[in-house]
C-alpha cells in the first residue's frame, strides 16, 4: 500500500475506484456545495483496504440554516436521492436539530445509505475541524482523524469494530500521533493493549 | 445438544486475520488490494437491489 501523506491530506494513487467508492463520492460532492461534511466509522476502514461491506456511511456535517437544508433537500430530490425517514423537509430538519439522524439513499434503494446528523458533542466537533482529506485520482474525501477513530471503534466495542481499530492500527502506526492517540482512549475509556494497540 | 463453538477462540483468530490481511495490503501496490477489494465491494452493490425491506422496516432494524 502506498500513501501519501502531506498536512491534513492523504493521498491514495492507482486504487480501483469502487462503486461505493462511486457512491460516496457523488453524494459528498452535493453535500459540499451546502455544508462541511466528515465521514466517520465504517466507511473509513473500508477506503483503506479492510475487505468488508457496509449498510451506510456515517457521516457528520456542521449545522445548516432551514432554508439552507431545503435547498439541500431539493438538490437531493433531483439527482436521484430520497430521505429513508418518513418525514417532509421540515420534519427532517427538526430530526437533525434535535440530534437525531437522517438516512438516504438513491431512488429503489435501501442499501447503501448516507446516515447525517449535526455536530454534537465534543468528538464530532475535534472530527470535523480537524478532518483529513483523502485525495484519490480526481475525487477527495474528508474522514475523520485516525487518532480518533481507532479509539472511537474500541468504544463501539462489537466484535467488528474492534477489528476495524486493529486494522486501522496495524495500516497506520507508522504514521499517526501516538501520543493523541493515547488521549483520545483515555478520553474514551478504551484499552487497545489486548488488541495490540500499543500507546 | 452441545454446541462446539468457542467464540473467544474465534474472535482471537479473526483478530490474527486481520493482522494478516493488514500486513498483506501494505505490502502490495494499491492496484493489487484495491482491485481485489473491488470485486468483493461492488458485488455487495450488484445485490444491494435485492434488499427487500421497506425504508420503514429498515428504520425499525436500525433504530432497535
Given amino acids: 500500500m502506498e500513501l501519501k501523506y502531506e498536512p491534513g491530506k492523504i493521498k491514495i494513487e492507482n486504487k480501483v475506484f469502487t462503486a461505493l467508492d462511486e457512491f460516496v463520492s457523488d453524494f459528498m460532492k452535493l453535500l459540499e456545495g451546502y455544508t462541511d461534511y466528515v465521514i466517520v466509522s465504517g466507511y473509513v476502514v473500508i477506503l483503506f483496504g479492510r475487505a468488508r461491506g457496509t449498510e451506510d456511511i456515517d457521516t457528520i456535517i456542521r449545522y445548516m440554516d432551514k432554508d439552507t437544508f431545503t435547498s439541500f433537500y431539493q438538490r437531493l430530490s433531483r439527482e436521484g436521492y430520497y430521505f429513508l425517514n418518513p418525514e417532509d423537509v421540515n420534519g427532517l430538519y427538526e430530526m437533525l436539530e434535535e440530534g437525531l439522524r437522517v438516512r438516504i439513499a438513491k431512488e429503489d434503494t435501501i442499501i447503501p445509505n448516507i446516515e447525517l446528523k449535526f455536530v454534537k458533542d465534543d468528538f464530532d466537533r475535534y472530527s470535523i475541524d480537524n478532518r483529513l482529506e483523502v485525495v484519490i485520482g480526481e475525487k477527495h474525501l474528508f474522514i475523520s482523524p485516525i487518532e480518533l477513530q481507532i479509539p472511537y471503534k474500541l468504544y463501539l466495542g462489537s466484535d467488528k469494530d474492534i477489528e476495524d481499530a486493529v486494522y486501522l492500527w496495524d495500516i497506520f502506526k507508522g504514521e499517526i500521533d501516538v501520543s493523541l492517540l493515547g488521549r483520545f482512549m483515555k478520553a474514551l475509556n478504551v484499552r487497545g493493549k489486548e488488541y495490540g494497540i500499543e500507546v | ?64
Fill in chain 2, 1 to 64: 445438544m452441545e454446541l462446539k463453538f468457542d467464540k473467544g477462540e474465534n474472535f482471537k483468530e479473526r483478530l490474527e486475520f486481520v493482522h494478516y490481511y493488514a500486513e498483506w495490503v501494505k505490502r502490495v501496490p494499491n492496484e493489487v488490494w484495491s482491485k481485489q477489494q473491488a470485486e468483493l465491494i461492488d458485488s455487495f452493490m450488484v445485490n444491494a437491489i435485492n434488499f427487500k425491506m421497506t425504508p420503514e422496516k429498515y428504520l425499525e432494524m436500525v433504530n432497535k
